[in-house]
C-alpha cells in the first residue's frame, strides 16, 4: 500500500509499505483524508526533536471503518470515523490523575509513531468516534480539540475577555471555543486573512499585531485591564513573554505552542500579578465531543479553513510548498480516495 514518508529533513516521498496487521485489540481502517498540520511541517523540516527519520506523518484523520467492532455496535463496517490520535500508558502520573492526554509516555500518530498517510491504518475501539460529518470535518475534529482543551484549561467563562494568540487551526479552536462560552473572544495574528476567518469562527475582536499596537488596542478593548485570559497558539518565545505582559492582573495564561527557543522572563510579573501558568497539551473525550457536537450543528466555517486538497502523490510536493512559503496556506488536506 502507498504511504508518505518524510525521509529526512526537507524530503518526502510517495513509498509503497506492507499493510498493517490486525490484531484483536484494533479495528482496520481505510484512511480517507488527511489534514497537515503545524507539527506535520515542522517534521518536514527537521525542527521536530521528536521525531526519527524516516516517519510517515499524519494525524487529523478521516477514515472508514472496514473491520467492525464485535464489542461495540457503532463501529461498524462502512462507519466513518475520526481519531484521538494520542497513546496514553495508565500509570503515569497524569494517567493516574484523569489526564491520560499529558501521558509521560505519550505517542503521538506521525511524531513518536509512523501516522496515518497511508491507505490503511490499524486502530484501538476506543481511540475511535463515529460521527456523521463530512470527510474534511472529520479531519478538522482533532485540531480544535487542541484549542478546546486550552479553552477548558484556561477556565473560560461569560465574564471574561479572552486574546487568543495565533489564528491557525489550534488558534481557532480556541476562538471557537471561548465564544461557545460566551467570552468576549479577541483573537491575534498578523495576518488579515486569518483575523477575517478569526471574525467568522467567533472572534468578538481582531488585532493585527503587525500594523496595530497590541498593548494599547487589547487595553482599549478591555476597559484598561488587559485580558483575564490569554492562550498562546503559536510557539513564539516573543509571544510567550507577551501573553505574560498583557494578561490582567490576577489572570491566566494557557501556552499551546512550543517556543522553539529558550524563553527570558521578567518573572516580578508572575508575582506580582498572581497570575495562573498554564501548559495545555493534546485533547480529552469530552473535548472530541464537544468539537463534533460543533460540527454536527455546523457552527464552524469549513470552506472557509482551507487552502488546497491534494492527492496522495502530490503530498510532498505540498510539504515542500508549504515549507516554501508558509503564509500562502491555511489548511491543507490530502485525499486518498480515488476519483
Same mark, same amino acid.
Given at each position: ?48 526533536? *521528536? #521525531? ?6 499524519? =494525524?487529523?484523520? /478521516?477514515?472508514?471503518? &472496514?473491520?467492525? !467492532?464485535?464489542?461495540? @455496535? ?65 479531519? *478538522? #475534529? ?6 478546546? =482543551?486550552?479553552? /477548558?484549561?484556561?477556565? &473560560?467563562?461569560? !465574564?471574561?475577555?479572552? @486574546? ?176
Amino acid at each position: 500500500m502507498k504511504a508518505v514518508v518524510i525521509k529526512k529533513p526537507g524530503e518526502a516521498a510517495v513509498e509503497t509499505i506492507g499493510e498493517p496487521t490486525v490484531t484483536d485489540e484494533g479495528l482496520l481502517l481505510k484512511v480517507r483524508m488527511i489534514g497537515l498540520c503545524g507539527s506535520d511541517l515542522n517534521s518536514f523540516r527537521g525542527m521536530n526533536p *521528536l #521525531v526519527a527519520f524516516p516517519r510517515i506523518p499524519g =494525524h487529523e484523520v /478521516a477514515a472508514t471503518i &472496514v473491520e467492525g !467492532s464485535k464489542r461495540h @455496535a457503532a463501529l461498524g463496517p462502512g462507519v466513518n470515523v475520526t481519531m484521538s490520535p494520542y497513546t496514553n500508558c495508565g500509570r503515569c502520573a497524569a494517567c493516574l490523575r484523569g489526564r491520560p492526554n499529558a501521558c509521560e509516555f505519550n505517542e503521538t500518530l506521525g511524531v513518536q509513531r509512523d501516522g496515518a498517510l497511508t491507505e490503511y491504518i490499524v486502530m484501538p475501539a476506543e481511540k475511535l468516534y463515529p460521527a456523521q460529518l463530512t470527510l474534511t470535518e472529520l479531519c *478538522l #475534529v482533532e485540531p480544535l480539540t487542541v484549542g478546546f =482543551h486550552a479553552a /477548558a484549561r484556561g477556565r &473560560v467563562v461569560p !465574564s471574561d475577555s479572552v @486574546a487568543v494568540f495565533g489564528c491557525g487551526g489550534v488558534g481557532l479552536g480556541v476562538i471557537a471555543a471561548s465564544h461557545s462560552y460566551g467570552a468576549k473572544t479577541i483573537g491575534v495574528d498578523v495576518s488579515d486573512e486569518k483575523l477575517s476567518l478569526a471574525r467568522k469562527v467567533g472572534a468578538d475582536h481582531t488585532v493585527n499585531a503587525r500594523s496595530q499596537p497590541l498593548h494599547e488596542t487589547l487595553l482599549e478593548l478591555t476597559n484598561g485591564l488587559g485580558p483575564d485570559v490569554v492562550i498562546e497558539a503559536v510557539g513564539s518565545a516573543q509571544m510567550f513573554r507577551t501573553a505574560v505582559e498583557e494578561v490582567a492582573f490576577t489572570g491566566r495564561v494557557v501556552y499551546i505552542g512550543y517556543a522553539k527557543d529558550l524563553v527570558t522572563y521578567e518573572t516580578r510579573l508572575f508575582v506580582q500579578k498572581e497570575l495562573d501558568i498554564l501548559g495545555s497539551r493534546n485533547a480529552l473525550p469530552e473535548d472530541f465531543h464537544r468539537v463534533i457536537r460543533m460540527l454536527e450543528q455546523h457552527r464552524f466555517p469549513v470552506a472557509e479553513a482551507l487552502s488546497s486538497v491534494v492527492s496522495i502523490e502530490d503530498a510532498p510536493g505540498a510539504l515542500k510548498a508549504w515549507s516554501d512559503d508558509p503564509a500562502r496556506f491555511k489548511k491543507i488536506m490530502v485525499s486518498l480516495d480515488r476519483g
